[in-house]
């Protein structure tokens, strides 16, 4: 029962995220053309909450010790800053979102709202990702 009840919280924490980000405009194709022409501060605002949202949320789970629903301890690890992997993954996620006007989140909502153009974005996104299962041995580390 208790597994049902984390099954069933997870899924209405999703459906309220997505109403955030539908009513945000985060899946608006125009905000982000907007976006990367800088003609608005609107997305960047909503990136920046998330920002500050998730670093805040870092501190407080550092400060208070605070474990997953699991109840094990939540574990950050750094990560090395790589110059040829950051900006070439940054310019190929930034490509795919600037055509598409669909990051992670946004590409699942499409799915639900206009499910024509969410399944298309949907393989899209698994084929980048599949390819990169393939590559990934002979990129640069």
């Avoid at 909450?49 to 950050?76: D, M, Y």
């Avoid at 974005?121 to 084929?127: D, F, N, R, V, W």
């Amino acid at each position: 029962m208790k597994k049902l009840l984390n099954i069933l919280s997870f899924i209405l924490l999703g459906i309220y995220f997505a109403t955030v980000l539908t009513e945000a405009q985060a899946i608006s194709w125009y905000r982000i053309q907007e976006m990367f022409y800088f003609k608005s501060f609107h997305m960047y605002g909503l990136l920046g909450s998330a920002i500050a949202t998730g670093a805040l949320s870092l501190w407080i789970i550092k400060k208070f010790n605070i474990k997953s629903v699991n109840h094990n301890p939540i574990e950050v690890k750094d990560k090395p800053f790589q110059w040829k992997a950051n900006f070439g993954g940054g310019i190929i996620f930034g490509l795919g979102w600037g055509l598409t006007g669909a990051c992670s989140a946004p590409l699942f909502i499409s799915l639900g709202i206009n499910w024509k153009i969410g399944i298309l974005l949907l393989i899209g996104a698994l084929a980048g990702t599949y390819l990169y299962g393939i590559l990934k041995d002979k990129l640069p580390h």
